[in-house]
């Protein structure tokens, strides 16, 4: 990244660039500037002591639904017009942020004839495109207008299109690419046993004919294991008061303090579960009953009872999950780490790191497979005292993974990489993609 400040300018500008990469009508760019920084400078002010965070939708309000789907479902987005557009500006952003909502609601956004912002209105049910982005669902839903942008902090404003990140402002850094650890690379490496160890507990509770042993059901229910982990992680950002996760082969007193000593299991049985019951399920859909035919087959009354009592254990098992991941996530705001082994077993919290051996080097890793050529030396005292513990434990025990989570929201990863300590920063946790994460055929 260049050492030059970037500004919202430079955030528009890379918002057009991508207009066109992608063949899309794009707005004269002084347009973008404008609803850029007005959405910057309302972020830098409050409202009754509380910060500006609100989420825009640049939609025409002429057209807001060009293509409309045959058959919408209940929960699809709809656009609610204001009796008066509203001049898109700071003092009346910081007016009515609050009846909108990162989780549930967006402004409509849209230049009038002579090219000045308004907020048109609002697009309702915001809540399937918050669950899919955070890892709490799986069936991506329909996306409304040109491009979509939050303010989510001081200074941070990160705009989407559909479900990629296309850049995010952090006051004065701009971030182009997110670094996705954990498809490959070292991080996903030493996640592999645990995630091994998860699949073959999985199929040990299945019959063989019904655990299909192809790459897509074992990268399916990979991807499960892999975003319980980033859920937690998402959960420590959103309590704000910072957090460390430490997952460690093995526990020596001579390392770390464990107070709070404990074995809770729960993460990795509620997953297998879940897993199981979902493959039981699908199989019974589509190999038994013939669900997923043009012609349904006729099926037994204790087939469709049996069906129903599965999508219930299936509703049960992901309240399981989302409390499991609370309750972890919660155990972060006691001082000190929380400690888990491979499998994602928390082994105890407020965890004190005992070792005072400062690292030999560190290195910042600008891709997710820290290529040594990539590599960017960095000092270890420009980090704050979680940080700097953390390197010392991951370079004194190689295989351990330490995830940092700042109190502003940043996450970085550390391990060692042979004679390396390796640290990755703008790690991505959410789903940034346009493929789906559909359940396998």
């Known amino acids: 990244m260049s050492g030059t400040n970037k500004t919202p300018r430079h955030l528009a500008e890379t918002v057009c660039s991508e207009l066109r990469k992608r063949r899309t009508a794009v707005p004269d760019e002084k347009i973008i500037v404008d609803l850029m920084e007005t959405m910057y400078y309302s972020s830098l002010r409050t409202e009754e002591s509380e910060p500006v965070i609100f989420h825009m939708v640049y939609l025409d309000p002429g057209q807001p639904d060009p293509k409309p789907p045959r058959n919408p ?3 699809r987005w709809s ?4 009796a008066e557009p509203i001049p898109f500006s700071v003092s009346n952003v ?9 989780r549930t609601s967006s402004f409509v956004i849209w230049p009038d004839k002579e090219d000045h912002l308004f907020i048109w209105g609002l697009v309702d049910q915001q809540n399937p495109f918050h669950k899919f982005l955070n890892r709490s669902a799986e069936i991506e839903p329909e996306r409304p207008g040109i491009f979509q942008a939050s303010v989510e902090g001081i200074g941070n404003i990160v705009v989407y299109m559909r479900y990629e990140k296309v850049a995010e402002l952090r006051v004065n850094e701009l971030i182009r690419f997110s670094l996705d650890i954990f498809r490959e690379g070292p991080i996903r490496d030493l996640l592999a046993p645990g995630i091994k160890r998860y699949l073959q507990e999985v199929r040990s ?7 299909m042993t192809d790459a897509g059901m074992d990268e399916f229910h990979t991807q499960q294991w892999i975003s319980a982990l980033c859920r937690i992680l998402l959960r420590i950002q959103k309590i704000k008061n910072g957090g460390a996760l430490l997952i460690t082969p093995a526990i020596d007193p001579a390392d770390l303090n464990v107070k709070y000593g404990i074995n809770y299991d729960r993460l990795p049985t509620s997953l297998q579960s879940n897993a199981v019951t979902k493959i039981k399920s699908d199989y019974l859909e589509e190999h038994l009953l013939g669900l997923t035919e043009s012609k349904p087959k006729e099926i037994l009354s ?14 049960a098992n ?5 409390g499991v991941i609370w309750f972890i996530a919660l155990l972060t705001r006691v001082d000190g780490l929380v400690a888990m082994d491979p499998d994602l077993v928390v082994k105890g919290y407020g965890v004190e790191i005992k070792n005072w051996q400062e690292p030999d080097n560190l290195f910042i890793a600008t891709d997710r497979l820290a290529t040594p050529a990539k590599l960017r030396p960095a000092a270890y005292n420009h980090f704050g005292t979680r940080h700097r513990s953390m390197m010392r434990y991951c370079s004194q025990n190689p295989g351990s ?10 996450v970085r990863v550390m391990t060692m990489m042979e004679e390396r300590l390796v640290m990755w920063e703008n790690i991505r946790l959410k789903y940034y993609s346009y493929a789906a994460k559909k359940k396998p055929a």
Do not use: C, W
């Open 401 to 410: 993974v330490g995830f940092v989570v700042s109190q502003d929201g940043e």
């Open 205 to 211: 509770h299945l019959p063989d004919d019904i655990y």
């Open 73 to 75: 479902v209940r929960d």
């Open 94 to 102: 910081v007016k009515i942020a609050k009846s909108t909502d990162l």
């Open 302 to 315: 204790s087939q469709y009872f049996q069906l129903r009592r599965m999508e219930k254990d299936l509703r």
């Open 79 to 82: 656009y609610i017009p204001f």
């Open 318 to 322: 992901k309240n399981e999950i989302d």
